[in-house]
């Protein structure tokens, strides 16, 4: 099945194409989306009713630009949030394949000349099992069919390039895996799940993916065992022996799909870029040997994932789950294990990049090289909105299995009686438009876009090589900036000598610089016909300090 649609049209395309570049800015006005089954496993979300694992079609959407003739293009398979339970039965309207943000993910990369999949995956777990042992095993359940899903549709489009004729001009050598919320789980197992002894052996919290059956208070039974959940890619028959698990006897858990070439050569499930947009990791120890670079993306009072390391918690039960890390952690150890350095050696001197080490500062830890902190205000109703790159249509009919017989969400009543669907979504996501999470979501792109080049190797990467990659950068408490909010001038202060100034549009357009100063005091003036967010570099001869201003 296939769809064409226009997305809009850019006066002037030839001047503006001169000035545009692959990868980096939208150079397609259309897209074209194709849908593809990319294996068929075994889900438990019928189990209670059914009695056994029911097999689940696992389709995706494909994206690519319509006039291209590029016949080399890179990969990105994009897995979507909703909490490893079907849309609405997570209590939330976001949570399928073919999410507002899941599209407009697929058509910003589309539009700059990948080919981008948003793909299905199967759900099912109790959220609001009786004790946090059973709910940690319901969650790495899930993941863990998560991950092996997210392989198989890797491997899919690898074995589609190799002998199905390449319909979609792929490179092969060159997939990202990207994940938004809950698809950030699985994209951290992607990556970090070499095998499934890892999930044995976690060090922060020890042993939290074993349960203690035996009762003697030390945990000895894994949560997952290949022979009754297959193995981590998903690429062997798995059969459970006997009733472990809720599973009955010689029932059918995990199918083979696609772990072969038509040669017989195994298929790769490994990518070679990650990127996370909220999520959190199991466990930092699948980390220790990784070796594919990542972007992850998190808002730093997020909570749902935590930023750095603590318990999870779940939308509607708010009942402790797991320990689990964020982008805080996942950056150090980015950092420790060399994954990153392809980063730390490139030159991002864009305002995006600014913006991530302010933000950094304000969590309170250092800039990590492929770590953006999100920091976006408290809505009125004192909930932090996490990334705020959702939106949905209130006038959209809700799944048919909701029993509402397809009335829309703004129709609905919500489970927990604080009104419907749209309603309770508004609480956090206030005002939500298409707009607003597209604006969030470019601010996203602009991070994510540049890493990208240079993860992939792809021919932008040489607008972020060479220069001077090393310049350190300073503690923001460094230099005052009086008043920020500000209308017609700013003072800088400083007990270090301030070398030069730098006023930047958020785009990163040089509107003004003042080199070969040696003060330590600074008024930048003249600046009441200046509006909204900018960046501010201030440099010394140890570094540069980059703050964010305000002026109104």
Known sequence: MKRIFTLFLICSISLLAQAQERYLDKIFTEVEVSTEVYGLNATVIQLATAGEAVPQPLVMDVYQPVGDTETNRPFALVLHTGNFLPQGVNQQIPGSFRDEVMVDICTELAQRGYVAATADYRTGWNPGASTQPLR????????????????????????????????????PTRITAIGQGTGGYIVYGMVGLDNYEEILTTESGPAKFLLDTDGDGAPETPMVVPVYHG???????????????????????????????????????RVSFAVTLGGALGDVSWLNDNEIPMVNIQAINDEFAPYNDAVLTVPGSMLNVVRVQGVQVVGQSQLDNGANQIFYDATFDDPTTALARENSAIAGHDYFEGVFPFNLPPNSFGLDEGLGIEWWDPNAPTPLFLGAMGAPWNAVPHPSGAGTFHEVGLF???????????????????????????????????????????????????????????????????????????????????????????????????????????????????????KTIHLD
């Open 136 to 171: 940690a095993l319901g969650i790495i359940q899930a993941a863990y069919r998560g991950v092996q899903d997210g392989n198989t549709a890797v491997r899919f489009m690898r074995a589609l390039a190799q002998d199905g004729g390449n319909p979609y001009n792929i490179d």
């Open 231 to 269: 193995d981590v890619e998903g690429k062997e028959l798995a059969i459970a022996p006997d009733g472990a698990f809720g599973l009955p006897a010689g029932d059918t858990t995990n199918y083979a799909n696609v772990p072969n070439f038509a040669n017989g050569d195994p298929i790769s499930s």
């Open 428 to 546: 956090r996501n206030e005002n939500m438009s298409a707009e607003k999470a597209r604006g969030n979501l470019e601010t996203c792109m602009n991070y994510i876009l540049p890493r990208a080049c240079v993860a992939l190797d792809l021919p932008c990467r040489a607008n972020f090589d060479g220069g001077d990659a090393t310049e350190d950068l300073l503690s923001t408490d460094l230099v005052s900036v009086t008043p920020n909010p500000a209308s017609d001038f700013i003072d800088l202060k400083s007990d270090k000598q301030i070398i030069s100034v730098e006023l930047m549009s958020i785009e990163g357009k040089v509107i003004s610089r003042v080199n070969n100063l040696s003060h330590h005091n600074y008024r930048l003036d003249n600046l009441s016909a200046l509006t909204g967010m900018h960046i501010l570099n201030v440099r010394f001869e140890e570094g540069l300090v980059s």
